[in-house]
């Protein structure tokens, strides 16, 4: 990444945080504890009108999908977002998705590679 380019992230890893995010109650957690810094479990479920078995299921799914990491402290987990992954996302997507001349279905590359044989 200390290239000056856009990061190198696989395609794997940015669908699942984009997965991850599009359901919006996970992206307004996220958004939470962005602005909070950090949040326990338990000060998530406080700003959610959502059981906490609901909490942690989300919560799960954004951490297993790299948005956000855990630390750990006596009984209590806290969630903080992975600012590393998001400005790199906020990097790549653009490049990723900017236009680029269209390549020929595969269909049409085999059958050119063919001819040229």
Do not use: W
């Not at 338990?42 to 059981?51: I, M, N, R, W």
């Not at 750990?72 to 987990?77: A, D, F, L, V, Y």
Request: proline share 6%; net charge positive.
């Amino acid at each position: 990444m200390g290239n000056g380019g856009p990061p190198t992230l696989d395609d794997a890893v940015v669908v699942r945080a984009l997965k991850a995010l599009g359901d919006a109650t996970r992206f307004r957690m996220t958004q939470e504890i962005a602005a909070a810094g950090e949040l326990s479990c338990g000060q998530v479920a406080e700003l959610f009108d959502v059981s906490q078995p609901t909490i942690s299921h989300h919560l799960k799914i954004l951490t297993a999908a790299g948005v956000l990491t855990v630390r750990n402290e006596g009984k209590h987990r806290y969630t903080s977002v992975n600012r590393t992954l998001m400005v790199a996302l906020g990097q790549l997507l653009p490049v990723r998705l900017a236009s680029r001349p269209r390549r020929p279905p595969a269909r049409e590359r085999v059958a050119a590679s063919k001819a040229r044989a």
